[in-house]
């Protein structure tokens, strides 16, 4: 919809929340393709009211064409369309001539449109007729789907975000909102303010930046939130807390779930000392929550990413069943959805043990309902392999032809390394992407280029079930096409010319809205039958709305549940018995824990956020959060190189010291590819342990041991022109690290060859030195500098040495902004700005305004006490927010600073 000419109202395609978000014209923006937008919040889409966090906010700087994908290519060479989808038709066909439909997989992604989804879960589950499709929800949300299924009988989410200005009680678990899901958070603390009495409860064995506008912080032992929530369960019963009302009117298995907790945490000091927390601060918890109705529990990957996620989705949701608190307004289990369109699908059937629209396959009349709706040719009658498995068949090579669509599980699945292996060896990879380099896509014999953000059309649910449309803001670059497009045209090329006709994305979503309401008497949750008739026009200006949307319901609905009634065959909610798993223990050479996650600026494998300088800029190479004592214990320093290993695999990564961990416990972020480091994909230390009933991988949770990394010498290298991935290997680096810069690329390398081949090095680059000094100890090289300056433009610039001295690295930066001063000449190979120069290095907290740490804590010493105070001075967090939490926790930082102080 667009409410002036100028003006293009669509959603944010990261995070959830699902932000609306609105391009207008203006005279400043970025190049190329959106060269005259302006990306603003909507103040009208319900999930945001015009805010946007510091992702959706650079979105128009990943607009355009540089680093895309242009055009098809089939084994190497570049081809057109029709050539193309020959060749994914054909290897489809042969394949499944050759070794049945078994044998080909598809690999799907959150980050289709619902409509792209639907066509390609219908062109496989209906025509091809292989029930191997599954998706990189798999990794995200299927333990919220089978706990919401065991529960309430379908996968629902009952509330809804304006639950959020109703509640007076926050836990959020395994959830870090402040950086995840901004905007929400952002939300929640409006209510923190506006509420004294409102609290904010955060259960994470680390303290993330979420901790921050928290009351109280549980920083429990890794994977035992369920005996946290069993004993939960154990207190409200003991006090008296229980709505037994809605226990006998509305739930089933109350009695065997309470017993099942009482097993194992009767007492508060069990679980304390199970969970391995202070005794007072679990009661503390347990207290809250008794006393305050208007209670909600978020929730998310430290949840579902676990081998017990289910369950540990339904110990949430016991302890909402048992006081009642579902269905009304300010209170309820609320599961933060990850993907733009996780949640979509959901709805289409998109995970391999769904067929579509809320059908799975234990119900033979309904699945023939699918059959008989899309006219199937070869309709599967059983699940199909779930993401790990899917790979593992394509490892034993069961599966001989896969397609993977928006999703990059080379860097994403665990055991990455193995997954990379299973793909090297599949004889036919179909990889449908828009850029031109990710690590899956370097791996695929078909290339197709998809249409991005801001160029493709169709619609998003977000995690409060709302529906919203994404629209185009830009002409499609190149030859890329929207995914629904080319899977329709592959599917016309194999002959399937009935089912997949459609002309544009609005009928496909009619045709989906239709199946959702097909033979549906309410016994399906998902049923969006009154806009199965929109119109073309209709579907153009949708504004958000939430399912259901049925006759009864033309608007939407907020809320599920109001009445008591669940999809369960007997109308009820099912409590579920429990048990904390038992915990596995550190094996001697594997002592440490690894945990992973999110950054604030980052979005996944990096392929569009890593580009965007202003976005690499918070944390600029990928490291692993330790704690002070397991330094002095390895003997480590603050950004020395550490390798962490297990037999999966080993990664190289600079240490950050912080009392944010637990001792024995690290974590490292889960974003980095082969595109930007040379060794820091995350996902080569996570086993494949799954949840029995998702199948959701446990990525939260990985053994490893930790070695220090000494380098022979390490370097600092700036080059205005990017340098080849062959180029880079000519240093033979161990570690690499690329940070992409407004004007330049910079590198970071640490070598274990001599630093005396630097000189050959360079020439074998073509790299010819204008300036260049170097430094010797006892007749060997112990530092080389040099740069290339032409037309009075740094060209490039490398500072390599046996102990990298400090630079000023934004000083640096900045030289190749503009053309050199006498003075910068003269200093460019000390790497120091000297006097008056902008040497503030630390670490950039506000990326809208570009304010780092140092000028802040600076602030802050004079008398800046409150983030208000810090916004009117230097401008951070008055944009998109996101900085709060940090500029939070630095203002208190100084504050027990100036107390410790104070006492000594
Ligand atoms: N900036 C940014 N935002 C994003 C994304 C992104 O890539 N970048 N991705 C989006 C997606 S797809 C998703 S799924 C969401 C994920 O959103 P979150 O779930 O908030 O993200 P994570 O950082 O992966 O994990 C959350 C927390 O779980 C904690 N945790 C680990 N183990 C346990 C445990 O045993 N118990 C408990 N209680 N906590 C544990 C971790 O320490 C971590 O702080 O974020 C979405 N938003
Ligand atoms: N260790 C560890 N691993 C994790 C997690 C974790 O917490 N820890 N989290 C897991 C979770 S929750 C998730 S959701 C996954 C995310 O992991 P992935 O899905 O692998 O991450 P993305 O980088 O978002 O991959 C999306 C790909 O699609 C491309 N793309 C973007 N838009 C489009 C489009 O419109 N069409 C097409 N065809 N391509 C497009 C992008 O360029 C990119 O290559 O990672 C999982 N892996
Ligand atoms: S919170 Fe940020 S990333 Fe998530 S939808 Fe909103 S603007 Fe996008
Ligand atoms: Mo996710």
């Not at 009117?249 to 779930?257: I, M, N, Q, S, Y």
């Amino acid at each position: 919809m667009s409410d002036t000419l100028s003006n293009i109202l669509t959603t944010c395609p990261y995070c959830g929340v699902g932000c609306g978000v609105r391009a207008s014209n203006a005279e400043q923006g970025p190049t190329a393709q959106g060269a005259h937008l302006r990306i603003r919040g909507d103040d009208a889409h319900p999930a945001n009211f015009g805010r946007l966090c510091v992702k959706g906010s650079a979105l128009g700087q990943t607009l355009g064409t540089s680093g895309r994908l242009l055009q098809p290519e089939v084994n190497g060479a570049d081809c057109d369309w029709p050539t193309a989808i020959r060749a994914v038709a054909e290897g489809l066909q042969q394949t499944i001539a050759e070794h049945g439909p078994g044998a080909v997989a598809m690999y799907l992604s959150g980050q289709l449109l619902t409509e792209d989804y639907y066509v390609a879960n219908k062109l496989m589950k209906g025509f091809i007729g292989s029930a191997h499709v599954d998706t990189n929800s798999r990794l995200c949300m299927a333990s919220t789907v089978t706990g919401h299924k065991r529960a309430f009988g379908a996968d629902v989410v009952p509330g809804c975000y304006d639950d959020i200005e109703q509640a007076s009680l926050f836990v959020l678990v395994g959830a870090n909102m402040a950086w995840n899901h901004p905007v929400l958070f952002q939300r929640i603390q409006a209510v923190l303010q506006a509420k004294p009495d409102a609290k904010l409860v955060v259960i994470d064995p680390r303290r993330s930046a979420s901790c921050e506008a928290a009351h109280l912080h549980l920083k429990l032992r890794p994977g035992t939130d369920v005996l946290l929530f069993n004993g939960l369960l154990s207190f409200l019963a003991q006090q008296g807390k229980l709505d037994q009302r809605f226990i006998n009117l509305h739930t089933e298995g109350f009695a065997d779930a309470l017993a099942s907790a009482q097993l194992q945490a009767a007492t508060v000091e069990q679980v304390a000392i199970g969970c391995d927390l202070p005794l007072e601060q679990v009661l503390q918890f347990y207290r809250c929550f008794a006393d305050e109705t208007f209670s909600l529990t978020l929730f998310s990957q430290g949840v579902n990413q676990a081998i017990d996620g289910t369950d540990k989705v339904n110990a949430i949701i016991n302890c909402h069943l048992a006081t009642g608190r579902i269905g009304k307004p300010g209170c309820g289990p609320f599961s933060l959805t990850g993907q733009p369109n996780a949640m979509g699908g959901r709805e289409v059937g998109g995970l391999a043990n769904q067929l579509a629209a809320h059908i799975d396959y234990s119900n033979p009349a309904q699945q023939a309902l699918v059959g008989e709706f899309w006219q199937a040719p070869n309709l599967v009658a059983t699940p199909g392999y779930k993401a790990v498995e899917l790979f593992q068949a394509i490892e034993r090579g069961e599966i001989k032809a896969v397609w993977i669509m928006a999703t990059n599980p080379l860097v994403s699945m665990p055991q990455a390394d193995k997954v990379k292996a299973a793909l090297a060896k599949c004889p036919l990879v179909i990889v449908s992407d828009i850029y031109q380099h990710t690590d899956t896509l370097d791996v695929a014999s078909i290339k197709l280029p998809a249409l991005g953000w801001g160029e493709k059309d169709g619609t998003v649910t977000n995690s409060e079930r709302r529906i919203s449309r994404q629209r185009a803001l830009c002409p499609p670059p190149g030859q890329a096409k929207a995914d629904w497009q080319i899977i329709c045209e592959v599917a016309r090329a194999m002959g399937f010319s009935q089912g997949f006709n459609f002309a544009n994305a609005a009928e496909i979503f009619a045709e989906h809205a239709a199946l959702s309401a097909y033979q549906n008497n309410g016994e399906r949750a998902f049923n969006i039958s009154a806009l199965a008739q929109l119109s073309a026009e209709q579907y153009q200006q949708l504004a958000p709305i939430q399912w259901p949307v049925t006759d009864s319901n033309p608007q939407g609905m907020a809320r599920l549940f109001a009445d008591g009634r669940f999809f369960t065959a007997s109308g009820r909610a099912q409590f579920i018995a429990l048990r904390q798993r038992g915990l596995t223990q550190a094996t001697p050479a594997t002592p440490l824990w690894l945990n992973s996650g999110r950054l604030r600026d980052q979005w996944h494998s990096m392929t569009r956020t890593g580009e965007v300088a202003s976005l690499m800029q918070h944390r600029p190479e990928p490291f692993v959060s330790l704690h002070p004592a397991d330094a002095a214990l390895y003997g480590l320093s603050e950004g020395e190189l550490v390798q962490l290993s297990n037999a999966s695999g080993c990664l190289l990564l600079r240490v950050e010291i912080s009392d944010n961990q637990r001792p024995s416990e690290l974590f490292i972020p889960m974003h980095w590819s082969a595109q930007f480091a040379s060794q820091a994909r995350a996902d080569v230390l996570f086993a494949a342990d799954t949840d029995p009933i998702s199948g959701q991988p446990a990525l939260k949770l990985s053994q490893v041991a930790l070695k220090r990394f000494v380098a022979n010498w390490q370097a600092l290298l700036f080059t205005r022109q990017p340098l080849t991935p062959e180029q880079l290997q000519l240093f033979s680096p161990h570690y690499l690290a690329r940070v992409p810069l407004s004007d330049c690329q910079s590198y970071r390398l640490a070598v274990t060859t001599s630093l005396a081949e630097i000189s050959l090095l360079l020439q074998q680059l073509q790299l010819a030195p204008t300036l260049h000094c170097n430094d010797s100890q006892h007749g060997e090289l112990t530092s080389y500098r040099a740069a290339a300056i032409r037309d009075n433009q740094l060209q490039w610039l490398l500072l390599a040495g046996t102990a990298l001295t400090d630079t000023d690295q934004v000083w640096l930066n900045q030289q190749f902004t503009a053309p050199l001063s006498l003075d910068s000449r003269r200093r460019m190979l000390s790497g120091r700005a000297g006097q008056g120069g902008p040497v503030d290095n630390s670490a950039l907290i506000c990326s809208c305004f570009n304010v780092r740490s140092k000028a802040i804590c600076q602030a802050i010493k004079k008398g800046a006490d409150s983030t208000a105070k810090l916004g009117k001075q230097l401008q951070c967090g008055t944009n998109c927010g996101s900085c709060l939490p940090e500029l939070t926790a630095l203002i208190a930082q100084q504050k027990s600073k100036e107390l410790s102080d104070v006492t000594h």
